[in-house]
């Protein structure tokens, strides 16, 4: 009986001391998984802080090239340089907007934004448009307002992504809101593509009919604006008869767009 009792009382013992080793572990382990917190904030801080400081540099540089294509003539565009390292020689010449025919401004403005006085970057309604034609299983077609060709050919690169889409919408913002509606024009027709190592106005011009952008008249603005969704395979020099027929479309669009966009102080 008495040593069934010392048994008893061994067990017990060892059962006490199992169960303050348990305390201590679990002790001992909040104890780690606190430190271990704690440790974790100050990084977690830090990389939220890093993050910020990174997004506001990015925002003030873009502010900063926006602001100064604003006031100064880019020399090329991503687009221009890209081809001069693949061999090509880009033909750019850049003239203001008072030196570029009113009739080419009513051209691209009938053929590629209608609503570029009124919009402020972004046409909804073609937005709507393209989408429910999409829904509707049709192929999917642009709805860049001239706003947004001008943030991509100025700032971004070429092909497609959400992540450049993305910027395009961000850029496009921050154009219209810096630039007045004379500016965006006068940048889109001295960049514009219209044709093999052909970008710009004057460019175009000269190539396909021998003198100066001011000397555009309605017909020829017409033909050079129905090239524009395809300038590498279109010409204005042999229009097809479907650019024929674009060129009557426009040349009808046009008498809605009378006021040009010839630049003031603001």
């Known amino acids: 009986m008495i040593k069934n009792l010392k048994s008893n009382g061994l067990i017990l013992c060892l059962q006490l001391k199992n169960k303050n080793g348990r305390k201590n572990i679990e002790r001992v382990i909040k104890k780690l998984t606190d430190i271990s917190k704690k440790e974790k904030r100050p990084f977690i801080r830090f990389l939220l802080d890093r993050s910020v400081l990174i997004l506001a540099g990015l925002v003030t540089f873009s502010i900063l090239q926006v602001s100064i294509i604003r006031f100064l003539n880019p020399p ?8 001069w390292l693949c061999g ?7 003239r203001s907007l008072s030196e570029i025919s009113p009739s080419l401004q009513r051209a691209v403005i009938a053929a590629e934004d209608q609503r570029f006085l009124s919009h402020h970057g972004f046409d909804w309604k073609q937005i709507e448009r393209a989408l429910e034609e ?5 192929r ?12 991509r050919n100025i700032f971004l690169w070429q092909g497609y992504s959400w992540l450049r889409k993305g910027l395009e919408v961000y850029y496009t913002a921050l154009i219209e809101l810096l630039w007045p509606k004379w500016r965006i024009m ?11 190592e052909i970008f710009g106005a004057e460019a175009a011009t000269r190539r396909y009919f021998g003198f100066s952008a001011a000397s555009l008249t309605k017909p020829q603005a017409a033909l050079l ?16 008869h479907y650019i ?10 046009m008498k809605k767009f009378e006021a040009t966009l010839n630049p003031s102080p603001e």
């Open 134 to 138: 999409y829904q509707n299983g049709e």
């Open 76 to 83: 090329a565009t991503p687009l221009m340089v890209y081809r």
């Open 140 to 151: 999917i077609r642009g709805a860049s307002t001239i706003t947004m060709q001008v943030a």
């Open 186 to 196: 006068e940048v889109y027709l001295n960049i514009v593509e219209l044709g093999p």
């Open 88 to 94: 090509e020689k880009p033909d750019f010449r850049w």
């Open 225 to 240: 604006a129905a090239i524009l969704p395809n300038p590498h395979r279109w010409s204005p020099k042999h229009p097809s």
């Open 244 to 253: 024929r027929k674009r060129q009557s479309t426009i040349l009808r669009e």
